[in-house]
């Protein structure tokens, strides 16, 4: 199930006033795995951002997370998304938008419903709909060093 948001970008003209650089509609690409449809809003890399340009930097290459660098992406998931326990050297900033989705963690389960807001510190996680809606969340992914517990580094997977 594809999702569509309407992205509006700043930016300066070359006098340097602020200007609306892109403003349209987006739809998600294409399925990530069965079920799960994300949108890229915007990508960045380096800290800090450089603001300069005028380059759509959606368009860059990246995985779930982005190395040394931030990803902001919308995604839908649909009722009955296949599962994919994963982990990410980021935190995640995520805000529910619409429907109810359960996050779980290593067995714990947690409800999110829509208004929720999330901090993800690196932890291992799946995404599972048992509702009969589509689940939006925007989220926010900034690197971040991998997790150490004891000693021993949980690193990305999945």
């Known amino acids: 199930m594809s999702i569509t ?3 509006v970008v700043t930016g300066h003209t070359k006098e340097g006033k602020a200007t609306v650089m892109i403003d349209e509609v987006v739809t998600s690409s294409a399925e990530s795995r069965p ?3 994300p949108t890229v809003i915007w990508t960045s890399e380096g800290f800090p951002v450089s603001n ?3 380059a759509d930097e959606s368009k860059r290459k990246t995985a779930t997370a982005h190395p040394n ?3 902001f992406r919308v995604i839908s ?3 009955g998304v296949h599962p994919r326990n994963h982990r990410t050297d980021s935190i995640d900033y995520a805000v529910v938008i619409s429907g109810e989705i359960i996050m779980d963690l290593d067995g714990e389960e947690v409800l999110l419903r829509a208004g929720d ?3 993800q510190r690196g932890t291992i996680h ?3 709909n048992r509702g009969t809606e589509p689940c939006v969340i925007a989220f926010v ?3 971040a060093k991998p997790v150490t517990v004891d000693g021993k580094a949980l690193t990305a997977q999945g």
């Open 141 to 143: 992914l900034i690197d």
């Open 126 to 128: 799946n995404w599972f």
């Open 35 to 37: 079920g799960a449809n």
């Open 77 to 79: 998931f649909a009722p």
């Open 5 to 7: 948001v309407r992205r």
């Open 52 to 54: 300069d340009g005028d």
């Open 69 to 71: 660098g931030t990803v």
């Open 117 to 119: 807001v999330l901090v």
